[in-house]
């Protein structure tokens, strides 16, 4: 703001005594001093109030005057309350050194100046920031991108004052302030994370004020293309609990504005300029996710070739054209894996796999992995309801197998489980399995089948975030070729046989419903979906299953078991 439009406002109390030729300085800031030398404080274009009692005498005004102009702040303003009229003295000495005066009425306190100063400043910048963002987003919706969310970071930093980060729905940081410091650790971006889809799932309106620590922080959603914006407060908000499915399909794959400050008294032009933020940062993330659309079609292309049972040849001819895309340079054939990932809603069995697809890239990138972005290395197709990944690894030394590279279960979802626990919310899972490590076309198909068993292991668990890798089925399905032919029959007809001949006498369909159920990882409303029955039906019918069997359905020992039976019969 300008020192002339000080005088304007009567409120102030505010009379020049000397510098009318310097009223168009540039106020950036105000500071009360009593100091002799205030300096050392000092940056630059602040407005000095004073109550004079640095000031012993006449001779004190000079050096005092020649101290602010030396350190460049834009005016003094002296009050009058404890000795009366401003002295001669310093109105001299402000004049020599052409230093704009003002003498402050009795009856107006510094803290009202200095509280209408700020507010004008702040005011001022984040129109300033406001129109550099809107620039930004022109360019970045028009044009190539224009530093991606970095910039819009260091422009709150640098002209507002706050400090903001980009997470990712895990909680990993996407992007933050240059030379944070102190920068937020995993932990606290996790909490940070977990609150925000707590707080989306239950329809809480944005922004989202969370306090870690002694740190208050304002959580705001970053909405991705074809999504409803982020709504001010005031307006009807798309976001709250009428939202429903549309967040469901949405809430584990959004990013979100983290802003250190407490946005509850903020004006709604500051909040607005935060929103218009939100979306700048969304035409970055949408263009991120253009960019995996190659990944994603190759991913896509092995899977369907897999799946249909193609020839090795072809196989192998498709993944040396995937190999340079994922690891650039790469002399030789990578390893690879596979990794199956499901997200399932209890009341409901929409088709999931897009958002399964979304969530395993966010999961399988390292948080805290440095350079290019690891996702560009990793491609993942989607099925209805499941999305399969092809994670390619270097080729690993002679002297190991592969069996313990690459991305284990466990690990995937150590940094992950507490914020996406939290944006289930108590109605949805999320499971993974993963593959050993194959080095060739023709362990493919294998690798797929091996990590859909291991998900399934991890679906039998209780939990709402599980993973199972290849070690636990080395026990299990891996072996099961190699059972003795006496011991196979021995088992199934143990456990299935019973089923079998009830099935036989009443057309009760017990082997059918235990398929299903396996199959819907125990999941009482899918299972009947799937089985056209009502819910007390099927409870009748696996109640019956465990009554003639002597197991318990709901053990993981005994769905194993069944499990098993039922593949090996």
């Known amino acids: 703001m300008r020192l002339r439009a000080l005088l304007d406002t009567d409120a102030l109390g505010l009379k020049l005594l000397g510098g009318e030729d310097e009223l168009d300085r540039t106020v950036r800031g105000v500071m009360t001093t009593d100091l002799r030398d205030p300096s050392r404080y000092l940056s630059g274009g602040e407005l000095v109030l004073t109550g004079l009692a640095w000031r012993g005498g006449a001779a004190d005004s000079e050096p005092f005057v020649r101290l602010l102009v030396q350190a460049q702040v834009a005016a003094l303003a002296a009050g009058e309350a404890e000795l009366g009229d401003v002295p ?13 005066l003002f003498a402050v009425h009795e009856s107006v306190a510094f803290a009202t100046i200095t509280e209408h100063v700020v507010r004008q400043v702040s005011g001022e910048r984040a129109g300033d ?3 550099v963002v809107d620039r930004h987003r022109r360019m970045m919706t028009s044009g190539p991108a224009g530093g991606g969310p970095d910039v819009v970071l260091d422009l709150l930093g640098s002209d507002l004052d706050l400090r903001a980060w980009v997470l990712s729905p895990t909680g990993r940081q996407v992007a933050g302030p240059k030379d944070a ?5 995993a932990q606290v971006c996790a909490e940070l994370a977990a609150e925000h889809l707590a707080a989306t799932r239950t329809g809480r309106r944005a922004p989202h004020r969370v306090t870690v620590g002694a740190t208050t922080y304002s959580l705001f959603p970053v909405r991705g293309r074809g999504q409803p914006p982020v709504t001010p407060p005031g307006a009807r908000s798309p976001q709250g609990a009428g939202a429903g499915r549309d967040v469901r399909e949405t809430v584990l794959s959004d990013w979100l504005l983290v802003v250190e400050a407490d946005a509850g008294d903020w004006a709604e032009e500051r909040l607005d300029l935060l929103y218009g933020v939100t979306q700048l940062i969304a035409v970055e993330r949408d ?27 072809e196989i192998a001819a498709r993944l040396r054209v ?8 790469l002399g030789a054939a990578p390893h690879w894996q596979v990794v199956v990932a499901r997200v399932e809603w209890e009341d409901g069995d929409e088709q999931t796999g897009r958002v399964a697809q979304t969530l395993l890239e966010e999961i399988l990138v390292d948080p805290h992995a440095t350079g290019p972005e690891q996702s560009d290395r990793i491609a993942v197709a989607h099925t209805g309801e499941e999305a399969v990944a092809l994670v390619p690894l270097p080729s690993v030394s002679s002297e190991h197998d592969g069996s313990e590279a690459g991305v284990l279960a466990e690990a995937l979802l150590a940094s992950v489980r507490e914020p996406l626990t939290a944006g289930l919310d108590g109605d949805g899972r999320v499971t993974l399995g993963v593959s050993a ?6 362990g493919l198909r294998g690798a797929l089948e091996e990590a859909r068993h291991a998900r399934r292991v991890a679906a039998a668990r209780p939990g709402r975030v599980c993973a199972a890798g290849h070690q636990e089925l080395a026990s299990h399905v891996l072996l099961l070729p ?13 456990l299935l046989d019973p089923l079998r001949d009830y099935d036989r006498r009443h057309r009760a369909e017990l082997i059918p419903t235990l398929e299903a159920f396996l199959d819907s990882d125990g999941s009482w409303t899918r299972c009947a979906n799937r089985l056209h029955l009502h819910v007390n039906t099927l409870r009748y019918r696996v109640g019956r299953i465990e009554q003639l069997t002597g197991r318990d359905l709901s053990r993981l020992e005994d769905k194993l078991d069944f499990f098993l039976a039922l593949r090996m019969s």
């Open 287 to 313: 263009r991120r996710d253009a960019a995996r659309t190659v990944r994603r079609r190759l991913a896509q292309e092995v899977l369907e070739l897999v799946q249909t049972g193609a020839a090795p040849a």
């Open 181 to 185: 410091e102190p920068a937020l650790s």
């Open 482 to 494: 190699f059972v003795p032919d006496d011991v196979r029959r021995a088992f199934t007809a143990r």
């Open 437 to 442: 490590a194959v080095h060739s076309a023709e």
């Open 88 to 100: 001669e003295d310093l109105v001299a000495a402000c004049a020599r050194h052409r230093l704009p």
């Open 322 to 329: 995937a190999a340079p895309v994922l690891l650039p340079g």
């Open 129 to 131: 920031l406001a129109a």
